[in-house]
């Protein structure tokens, strides 16, 4: 099994050009489907979920050139509407393939999705939304079967904000006939981009950002070539291991635009940042500031995806700080790892209470999801003497050469097969 092994205590000192995001890359993949004609993406992340996600779209009839972080994804040959089980198994975010399956072809045949364990992760909204749509779904055996041969325009309101629902129902009515218009819609960034994507390729989407979504159905969709936005949660991830490691980073490519509410929390912490066009230099402050108090939201509220990576700071901070959890019910399993290294935490249902030590030690940790595994690979990074990172095909879902990144600013990582 491949493993971190990790030095701590090395400051961080130099510049991080932050990765093609994670979360705007896949379904903007999924959405290559739909003009079926060629595509270019640039600045898309070279990790695991991005090589399943283009095995899956190999898998239905795609031809897909690589060229480092260019994709070159032809969907001119799409001859199947079956995703592989074991494929959509490895990756909640093939879920969205079903939207745009949908659309192109008015049918789609899935398993259910996996993904990160961290929580249930249920796929009911998407499916509600994808009935208003018109499309007739029977499940069997745990097979999803789409018919979409009738689909028309809807009005939908979303019980809640949920981003992959939101991104899937854009999918699956941008080729059909009318104005669909998704009410309660997740207003994260990357649905901005997939809005931006989509509309270069011929589709009128519009209110991505707000709490209304609009979609105007077209024809058809043309070829495109489209630049894929910056990760902000890699961006939040060096954030808190320069704090950790008493750090000057600067972050290529990285806007405060959208981060702010994870961006106060560092300011509050003691982080100094300045901004420049190209990028934000971050500034350790001696110490770190407990926070009194973080609440993960759907965007613009604080990104339950950065949550580990402050708790992992935290640790280190002078008092108290809490935390809930509202998004994701099991999102603190990560937390018994730092325990191992001296952390003080205590977890009461959806909060975890951080009592700032002198000091984390270095230990043998496991990672149990992508985030998770990150927070504890920067704690490492901050604590007295050697660590062990275990399980880290985890972290490579979702962060494009992790240790080569932090190598680049003087951490002591390896990585070891
Ligand atoms: C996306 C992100 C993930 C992030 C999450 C919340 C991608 C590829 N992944 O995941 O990194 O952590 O948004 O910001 O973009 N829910 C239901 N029923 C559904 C759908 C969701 O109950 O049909 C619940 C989920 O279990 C969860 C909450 O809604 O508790 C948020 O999920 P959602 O916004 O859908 O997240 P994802 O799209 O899976």
Do not use: W
């Not at 099994?1 to 990765?19: A, H, T």
């Not at 985030?371 to 490492?380: E, N, Q, S, V, Y």
């Not at 880290?392 to 979702?398: A, E, L, Q, Y």
């Amino acid at each position: 099994m491949s493993r971190y092994m990790i030095n701590g205590g090395n400051r961080l000192d130099g510049e991080i050009k932050i990765q093609g995001s994670k979360n705007a890359a896949l379904p903007i993949m999924a959405a290559c489907v739909l003009n079926g004609a060629k595509t270019i993406l640039h600045n898309v992340p070279d990790i695991q979920d991005v090589r399943i996600m283009k095995k899956i779209l190999t898998s239905i009839g795609c031809k897909i050139k690589t060229e480092t972080n260019t994709l070159i994804i032809d969907s001119s040959m799409i001859n199947s509407a079956k995703v592989s089980e074991q494929l959509v198994s490895r990756m909640r975010s093939s879920i969205m393939l079903m939207g745009a399956l949908v659309a192109k072809l008015k049918h789609a045949h899935f398993s259910y999705p996996g993904g990160c364990d961290i929580g249930l992760r249920p796929i009911d909204i998407h499916l509600k939304a994808l009935k208003q749509l018109g499309a007739n779904i029977t499940e069997e055996h745990g097979y999803i079967i789409v018919d979409g041969k009738d689909l028309h325009a809807a009005d939908i309101v979303l019980n809640y904000p949920s981003v992959g629902a939101t991104e899937n129902i854009i999918l699956a009515s941008v080729m059909t006939k009318g104005v669909t218009s998704i009410a309660n819609a997740a207003k994260e960034p990357e649905i901005i981009d997939l809005q931006n994507f989509l509309n270069s390729l011929g589709a009128r989407v519009y209110g991505a950002g707000s709490n209304t979504v609009y979609v105007e159905g077209v024809d058809r969709l043309c070829e495109g070539e489209y630049t894929i936005m910056a990760d902000r949660i890699a961006a939040g991830t060096y954030m808190c291991a320069t704090h950790i490691c008493s750090g000057k980073v600067f972050l290529r490519g990285c806007s405060l635009e959208n981060i702010k509410s994870p961006y106060y929390k560092l300011i509050e912490s003691g982080l100094k940042v300045k901004v420049y066009a190209d990028g934000i230099q971050c500034i350790s402050a001696k110490d770190i500031q407990s926070i009194d108090s973080i609440v993960t939201l759907p965007y613009p509220g604080f990104p339950t995806d950065l949550q580990p990576l402050f708790v992992a700071m935290l640790c280190y901070a002078n008092g108290i700080s809490i935390i809930n959890e509202t998004v994701f019910e099991s999102r603190y399993r990560f937390t018994t790892q730092l325990l191992r290294m001296g952390a003080n935490i205590k977890i009461e249902g959806r909060t975890a209470i951080i009592a700032g030590v002198n000091k984390l030690e270095g230990a043998t940790v496991y990672a149990h999801d992508l985030r998770g595994g990150a927070a504890l690979t920067i704690a490492a990074l901050g604590a007295q003497g050697s660590s062990t990172v275990e399980d880290i095909h985890h972290i490579r879902r979702g962060y494009e050469n992790f240790i080569g990144v932090l190598q680049n600013v003087g951490a002591d990582i390896k990585y070891i097969n």
